[in-house]
């Protein structure tokens, strides 16, 4: 796994198909800027470096709105009039841009999802500031949201799209030239949207998704695993950042699990492995409402099952990132016990590795001493109680538990740098969020 790269078109097929659990409404939005917005750049270009831009550009435009969670920043976003309605629309594209601008991948990819919203006439007046790219993405967002709204979950494409096509022209040939390019318009409506081929294949979500597959398989998106860590921090960051109650977990139990494998005398790749499983371990939570994630009181038994989902759903999503298995195992099986009354497949001890033990202790461990709407912080001794109690019931690992006891702090120092790195970069987004609240 380390000596060879990991091609990234699973990884990123798989963080845009995140916004679907996020906000049902969008499902596969992501999917079809990108479709739209790569055949749109193919008429323009043969670039390959502009063309793999334009895809991945598309597939994660939308990724700051995983950190958002008020109604009308969602409804900007669905509405064909979003621009109209003030400067808020930048707030999840600017989100997104902080995001992913630290990444040299994704560099130029970032600065067209920051401005994905900027009005043609814009762009126009500060041309060489502002990478055309986020000119493809607008035209191809504002054409998307049009159809899909009006479709309303029909996908009977071939009853409603001619119905449709004429109000998408006039829409389209009135932004013409203010608020979208006028020549990516022409293109659109002269030699894209008369062909009935192009619809069928952008609402039957089988086959887009097959082509977009295969766009990306036309490029070397490829990185060393090394890098991927990166990416993993980026993707644990979208999944916590999602309630301020959570926003340092994942590093709190990457940190954890790493420090407790590394007293295993587990090898350093297995140690980098480790890393990944504990940033990614909860990406499910997507999934998970922020009202069931925030509830100070307890659970009822739906929203029980709810926050049960989201190992099943980390499974499920890893699954499609090409992982080695171990990784994919010691993410995915944190809420497993050894007695198999854990969750979600109910596993027995044999099929439990050391991995993914570990990382059992790690998630409860950063879990009870962490904040959490229906408790404060948790104190060591207590928590060293409840590891204790969870051991002896045959829950949890008790070599695993002895470990943490015998160097706890160590492990919770470590903890808590992790802690606060996260922390800063949450802080931060945050603010940015607070510039956009009076527009």
């Not at 509405?79 to 991948?105: C, D, N, Q, T, W």
């Not at 979208?180 to 952008?202: Q, T, Y």
């Not at 060393?224 to 977990?249: C, G, N, R, V």
Request: with cysteine; glycine share 4%.
């Amino acid at each position: 796994m380390f000596e060879r790269t990991l091609d990234i078109s699973r990884f990123l097929l798989a963080v845009s198909s995140i916004n679907s659990l996020a906000d049902p409404v969008l499902s596969n939005h992501n999917y079809r800027v990108a479709y739209i917005s790569f055949l749109l750049a193919r008429k323009l270009t043969y670039n390959n470096e502009f063309l793999s831009n334009v895809i991945i550009a598309g597939l994660l435009h939308d990724i700051g709105l995983l950190l958002l969670t008020p109604p009308e920043d969602i409804s900007l976003v669905k509405s064909p009039e979003a621009e109209e309605e003030g400067r808020r629309v930048h707030l999840h594209s600017e989100i997104g841009y902080r995001l992913l601008k630290g990444f040299p991948l994704f560099s130029k990819v970032a600065l067209a999802i920051k401005y994905h919203h900027l009005p043609f006439s814009e762009y126009v007046e500060n041309r060489g500031s502002k990478p055309y790219l986020s000119q493809v993405l607008h035209i191809a967002d504002r054409i998307d949201v049009f159809v899909s709204t009006r479709m309303e979950g029909d996908k009977d494409v071939c009853r409603r799209i001619p119905e449709i096509l004429k109000e998408l022209e006039e829409y389209l040939l009135k932004l013409s030239g203010k608020v979208l390019d006028g020549k990516l318009v022409n293109l659109f409506i002269k030699e894209m949207a008369p062909r009935e081929a192009f619809w069928f294949e952008l609402f039957n979500d089988d086959y887009l998704k097959e082509s977009l597959e295969g766009f990306l398989s036309s490029f070397s998106i490829k990185l060393p695993f090394e890098a991927f860590f990166e990416l993993s921090q980026i993707m644990a960051y979208l999944i916590d950042f999602k309630s301020p109650f959570t926003a340092t977990h994942s590093s709190g139990v990457s940190q954890t699990a790493t420090t407790l494998a590394s007293l295993f005398k587990f090898t350093s790749p297995d140690l980098k492995k480790m890393k990944v499983a504990g940033l990614l371990h909860d990406i499910g939570k997507v999934a998970v409402p922020k009202s069931v994630l925030e509830k100070p009181k307890k659970l009822s038994w739906e929203e029980r099952s709810l926050m049960k989902g989201h190992a099943y759903y980390s499974y499920k999503i890893l699954s499609k990132l090409d992982l080695e298995k171990n990784i994919l195992e010691w993410a995915a099986y944190h809420h497993e016990t050894l007695d198999g009354n854990g969750y979600p497949f109910k596993l027995k001890a044999k099929e439990l590795s050391l991995g993914s033990r570990i990382m059992a202790v790690a998630d409860i461990f950063t879990a009870l001493m962490e904040e959490r709407p229906y408790k404060r912080e948790g104190s060591l001794v207590k928590t060293l109680e409840v590891l204790d109690s969870l051991a002896r019931a045959n829950r949890l690992d008790g070599r695993v538990v002895k470990v943490l006891k015998r160097n706890v702090e160590r492990i919770e120092a470590g903890r808590k740098m992790a802690h606060a790195r996260a922390k800063r970069v949450y802080n931060s987004l945050r603010e940015v969020v607070s510039q956009f609240k009076s527009f």
